[in-house]
């Protein structure tokens, strides 16, 4: 008997495998097609807002697509660096074959890893405990545990206007049969919808006509274990190139929103809201005269690139005008049309904050079965599945990240505590405190799970607390020194437009000023220093009054978290509960007071009465 299955090696299920097998467990990944083991058949990028912070936490965590990101990088790129801290997120712009080439390379040779390519028609389950999969060539396989992992290839149904076909993106096949067994479990599923846009000839679009955008001008990676000799080098990284619909564009989209699968009634799934199609942009922003469009080189072997936001399901002549009214795409050749994709994925109310179902020990469910859109957010939820299965199978307890803690945590507890009705996805705007979810502190909240769950080495381990102690140092050094005039302080403060003043100046309150970078005032000092130990320290200074305040209601708000609410509660019947509260609180059953409190139609009224009954029923 194996220790776990895997079925599906997208995003999700490669982090689920490797990190089951890394800790020493048996694993086995199913998936449909070996060649499309981590595959990108949306954008080919990894990271942006939000995205980006969860890439980094991954990283902490000890899993793999920092790494491999940073290796296939075609660009990197930081955004939102003119904001604070707390919205900084990087993004790359990446090989999307090679990505999925070095994924397969790495799931093929990992020790305690077996990758078959099969289909998964069934989910067997006894005394609601997982027990075996049956496959479509190899039959039964039994495990102590499962994840299931199957993104959008599950009873699939890819549509371009009337033309709707049953099978997978890109033309891969589909499964129906597992749909129809997970309903016989009694568990309940809902459709969901994405899309994506068109594909074009990289060598028919006339660059000149569209806006340069460069990445950027330093070394940048997700992973603290890159190194600079590891990615592609700034002067021979990709640029990408911004255009723009045209008022063509938007009169051939409002002539023809009958023929698109959407607007006609083919669709019966729900679309994600902040990822919508071109046509959905037309009919929400009405007003707006033009929507723009980033072209993506796709990887160094083709000759094609993305067409950024102009994703849609209308017919391919259709697609064709549409294209070709774009500035600098009117000569374009589409290799690839766009589509759209409807599938079946699985109510995350009836899945614990472990990523276990609630009603069969042993089965887990992570990535875009779960609701959620996007690879980052896939690849999350399938390493917090893996990482979650294998303390299970150790009996251990779950690893729950805090909202606090992780941008995956948020997603986590959104997604069980609220649910969703459509493709979810990460907004910075959804993390209460995301001044502590930060892109340059992700190990110091996360690295020590990565550690403990056999997921980082002892050496990274060292070299993290060697950080740590040198951003002390660093911080220590900035209260004890006094900076006088004779540095040439004083002449760097008036180009920041402060007056001269008499003096010396205590470097860690100087630092608080607006625009006074660490940096150079090292080198006002003519010192020698990192330059990651500086700009992290820089940010914990200047920001040092907004991340207490954070860290004190965060830390009110974990005492609600830390009062545990009993599995067994029959909250039908507990006096004074509103009827709304009681049926929420019934179906979602959550597993501490603070949850309960995230439930939308929980009124705090509600939360006090259940203080009240648990203090009652303390015995």
Not at 10 to 37: F, Q, R, S
Not at 511 to 525: A, E, M, Q, S, Y
């Amino acid at each position: 008997m194996r220790d776990c299955i895997v079925v599906g090696a997208g995003h999700a299920g490669v982090e689920a495998a490797m990190a089951l097998a890394h800790a020493g467990k048996d694993t086995v990944l199913v998936t449909i097609k070996l060649e499309h083991i981590a595959k990108m058949p949306c954008n080919p990028s990894i990271g942006g807002p939000a995205k980006g912070v969860v890439v980094r936490e991954i990283d902490a965590l000890g899993g793999v697509m920092p790494k491999i990101a940073d290796k296939t990088a075609l660009q990197f790129k930081m955004l939102n660096t003119t904001k604070g801290p707390g919205v900084w997120n990087m993004r790359v712009q990446s090989d999307k074959l090679e990505y999925s080439r070095m994924m397969a390379d790495l799931c093929m040779h990992t020790d305690h890893l077996e990758v078959i390519e099969d289909i998964v028609e069934e989910v067997i389950c006894e005394e609601k405990k997982f027990k075996a999969v049956r496959l479509q060539k190899y039959g039964t396989i039994e495990a102590k545990a499962c994840i299931l992992t199957t993104g959008t290839y599950m009873d699939s149904t890819v549509m371009i206007s009337a033309d709707t076909r049953s099978e997978g993106p890109d033309g891969d096949r589909t499964t129906k049969d597992l749909s129809k067994s997970l309903r016989d479990l009694g568990l309940r599923l809902f459709r969901l919808k994405t899309g994506t846009p068109q594909r074009v000839l990289t060598s028919s679009i006339d660059f000149s006509k569209t806006k340069y955008e460069p990445g950027a001008q330093e070394f940048l990676r997700f992973s603290e274990e890159t190194k600079q000799e590891d990615v592609l080098p700034v002067d021979q990284q990709i640029a990408c190139h911004l255009t723009y619909t045209t008022p063509e564009t938007l009169q051939i989209i409002k002539e023809n929103l009958n023929k698109s699968s959407m607007y006609s009634g083919v669709v019966k799934g729900v679309g994600p809201r902040y990822c919508p199609s071109i046509e959905d942009k037309v009919v929400r922003f009405a007003d707006k005269e033009r929507h723009q469009l980033f072209l993506e080189p796709e990887s160094l072997s083709l000759n094609t690139t993305y067409i950024q936001g102009f994703s849609t399901s209308m017919p391919r002549d259709v697609q064709e005008k549409m294209v070709h009214s774009l500035i600098g795409l009117e000569n374009a050749k589409i290799v690839k049309y766009a589509y759209a994709i409807e599938y079946d994925a699985i109510d995350p109310l009836q899945v614990k904050a472990s990523l276990e179902l609630k009603d069969i020990s042993g089965l887990f469910i992570a990535g875009q079965i779960l609701g959620t859109s996007g690879y980052e957010e896939a690849a999350g939820l399938g390493l917090m599945a893996g990482i979650n299965a294998r303390r299970k199978l150790d009996e251990e307890e779950p690893l729950i990240l805090k909202r606090d803690e992780s941008y995956i945590g948020v997603m986590i507890d959104d997604l069980v505590t609220k649910g969703t009705n459509e493709p979810y996805r990460l907004l910075t705007s959804r993390a209460e405190y995301r001044l502590l979810l930060r892109h340059d502190n992700a190990d110091q909240r996360l690295i020590r799970y990565g550690y403990e769950n056999h997921l980082i080495s002892e050496e990274r381990y060292q070299d993290y607390l060697k950080k740590m102690d040198s951003i002390k140092d660093m911080k220590q050094f900035l209260m004890d020194c006094r900076i006088d005039r004779s540095t040439g302080v004083n002449d760097y403060l008036k180009e920041l437009g402060f007056e001269n003043e008499e003096g010396s100046h205590n470097a860690y309150e100087l630092l608080k000023r607006p625009g006074v970078k660490l940096c150079r005032l090292l080198d006002l000092l003519d010192m020698d220093y990192d330059k990651n130990i500086a700009e992290q320290s820089e940010i914990e200074i200047k920001y040092e009054g907004y991340i207490l305040k954070a860290r004190k209601e965060a830390d009110r708000m974990g005492k609600m978290d830390s009062v545990k609410l009993p599995e067994d509660i029959d909250y039908l019947h507990v006096d004074n509960l509103a009827l709304e509260a009681r049926q929420k609180l019934d179906q979602i059953r959550p597993a501490s007071l603070g949850q309960a409190s995230r439930i939308s139609g929980i009124n705090p009224s509600d939360i006090q009465v259940l203080a009240i009954w648990l203090k009652q029923n303390k015995g």
